[in-house]
């Protein structure tokens, strides 16, 4: 049985990744989000797949939230084997307004918060349990906006916020607590989301499919790699 956990599920991406992996068989998925009773598209897919999908509230900006799902997943399950940090923001009119002159540190802490620390201590917190799982991996949903090499204008917050991101994931690679634990960064692609907007050049559902894919690839040389949503290894 693949046990997975995969955080900001009520939309998106991580939504689609629960769709995706509870059509498989003999796996049990924690779904996590701020504010499930406003989650309707994940409740209807917990009420259709009854006893596989446990959804658990958990703010990632909030430690005692954070401590309160990993205590309940850990009377659930004696390990997990996948755990997906999806959850993350992008500002409304982050492109225009996050310019130098419209800078603001209670608008570039909250994304920061929001998008590098929160992941970080929710892997902090699930820690115990992936060193309990099978092939235990780690997977961060960042972007191809924290690529330092690859930098352009504007959106600070967030460019620096998976940035972040990505140091975190490749620090949690090299660290001797996380020895077993394969841990990589991702780029999903730019997706068809509240997010990436209705532009974009991936609907969520092939973006989810093609992380699955490489998800379901992943091995311990892979540990510390930045990858795109289709393997091609990404300059940080």
């Known amino acids: 049985m693949q046990r997975i956990l995969i955080t900001g599920s009520n939309r998106g991406i991580g939504l689609e990744l629960v769709r995706q992996y509870v059509g498989e068989s003999d796996v049990r998925l924690f779904a996590t989000c701020r504010n499930p009773d406003k989650a309707q598209q994940l409740q209807e897919l917990t009420d259709l797949y009854a006893g596989l999908i446990h959804v658990l ?9 954070i401590a309160a799902a990993a205590s309940a997943v850990a009377g659930s399950v004696e390990g997990l084997d996948l755990l997906i ?4 923001i992008y500002p409304k009119g982050a492109h225009q307004s996050w310019s130098i002159g419209k800078l603001s540190t209670a608008d570039l802490g909250e994304v920061l918060l929001t998008n590098s620390v929160g992941p970080l201590m929710v892997t902090q917190a699930f820690h115990g349990l ?8 780690v997977v961060m949903i960042s972007s191809g ?6 930098a352009s204008v504007g959106s ?7 940035a972040a991101m990505n140091m975190a994931a490749r620090v949690l ?4 607590d996380m020895r077993g634990i394969t841990t990589v960064t991702t780029h999903p692609g730019w997706v068809q989301t509240d997010m990436g907007g209705p532009g974009a050049h991936l609907t969520p559902a092939d973006s989810a499919a093609a ?3 490489l998800i379901g690839r992943l091995r311990s040389a892979d540990n510390g790699k930045f990858l795109r ?7 940080w």
């Open 57 to 65: 509230q958990m703010d990632i900006n909030d430690e005692d939230s």
């Open 85 to 88: 940090n999806n959850a993350g």
């Open 130 to 137: 992936l060193h309990n799982g099978e092939n235990p991996r």
């Open 145 to 150: 906006m924290g690529s330092i090499s690859g």
């Open 156 to 162: 600070y917050g967030y460019r620096m916020s998976k």
């Open 173 to 176: 690679a090299l660290d001797g």
């Open 211 to 213: 992380l699955k894919a």
């Open 229 to 235: 949503w289709d393997g091609i290894e990404l300059d």
